[in-house]
């Protein structure tokens, strides 16, 4: 286990926590906050490590198989699947990139782009591109997307297809709220970036939150990171956080992404922080490494450019 101490930014007094990281396991004192955070399990009344993880016999095809949590045995188990057995949209795509949803409403393994309509287009998974409302072989340039509703999915490893405000289909790769500038996506909240007055794309602050109920955190929205400022709301408006005296036993941990912990009634950096391993992996990913599988749940479409975006994916 590779352990990162304290890497908590601080710009100016405020802090900056990461996303990508979380508390030691036997720092957690309490059971509710122990059993969100990934890797960690209550047992035994205290928090300890626990490797997410299902054995599979070596003679077994793997690919049929997902890790499941059994309460009754307390620890997570191997199922046998077939993507057949998802009788909707929504469950099959849990199963990506190994199970897609096709024109004739049924789940299966990838066949061929054509098989899939427009909606289900495997634009980010397979090498699929969507053309005249059709789900085609290949990637193609983004410029032949004529529309903003046909204008995503990807053109290479590296650019998505983006809609500009030139009313243009346009590649670009994604780094940060900068480069979104000329592109409507930066409009989106999920993405977490805004306009300023230049009409440049930059990154959403604490003091962009003008209402109490909204002064949640703010991304810091670069490639490679995944980190944000601790917002609070303070005489009528939403400021950074100088600390986290603003946090309560229920909001300690879950607002800090788990850097923080609850400890003697106050709201306190972890002492060691370490990586989440799941939480690092391509979403609705299932990993193969020699008999053991795990499965993620994916998000939507847009999720996944923001999880793009912040590279949580």
Known sequence: MIFYFITLLVYGNSIIVDANLRCACSEIQLQEDCNTIMNCRWVNSKCQDYVYECQVNVDSDIKSYICNWNSDSNQYEAQKFECS??????DCRRLKPHCFWNSTEMCNTFTSCPDYNQEHCPIYDKDCSIQDNACIDGLQPCENNKNEQTCRGVQSGEKECLWSDANQCKGQSLIDCTSLTGYKICDVNLIECKKNGQGNCVS?????KKQENDCTNARIVKQGQSTFYLCVWNNGQCIEATNAQHLNKGSC???????????????QVCSTLEPKILDQQK???????????????????????????LCID
């Open 204 to 208: 959403i602050t604490c003091s962009d």
């Open 253 to 267: 941990s879950r607002d800090t992404a788990a850097n923080y912990k609850w400890v003697n009634d106050k709201c």
């Open 85 to 90: 057995q998802f009788k909707s949209s929504y």
């Open 283 to 309: 979403d609705g990913y299932v990993e193969y490494e020699n008999n053991i599988v795990i499965t993620y749940i994916s998000a939507s479409i847009l999720s996944k450019l923001a999880i793009l975006l």
